[in-house]
Nanobody, 124 residues
């Protein structure tokens, strides 16, 4: 059974940092792209960042570009999201996604597996 388990969320003041981790088990995703999405209350799930299977290419939403960094460790079957200069508008549940082999990185429907989400709250 495939599982994606996110960790690292929490409450932080504006301007602070958090590092999210997503550990995959049940299968390896070393040949698939992985990504992070987020969903705020009353809003649709939105793309945050994605990374190609080798880690050589990364993609970011305009709203997080320059502040967030996605990385992966294929040996550990883990993807990370380093979030710096956090803003109150970054408050959301953050979801890890894995298993993208084709199609747009930005569309959640192209990912096969999802984590349960981790809450990130940024206070002003």
């Amino acid at each position: 059974q495939v599982q994606l388990v996110e960790s690292g969320g929490g409450l932080v003041q504006a301007g602070g940092s958090l590092r999210l981790s997503c550990a995959a088990s049940g299968r390896t995703f070393s040949s698939a792209a992985m990504g992070w999405f987020r969903q705020a209350p009353g809003k649709e799930r939105e793309f945050v960042a994605a990374i190609s299977w080798r880690g050589g290419s990364t993609y970011y939403a305009d709203s997080v570009k320059g502040r967030f960094t996605i990385s992966r460790d294929n040996a550990q079957n883990t993807v990370y999201l380093q979030m710096n200069s956090l803003k109150p508008e970054d408050t959301a549940v953050y979801f890890c996604a894995a298993g993208l082999y084709s199609g747009s990185y930005y569309s959640p429907s192209n990912y096969d597996y999802w984590g349960q989400g981790t809450q990130v709250t940024v206070s002003s």
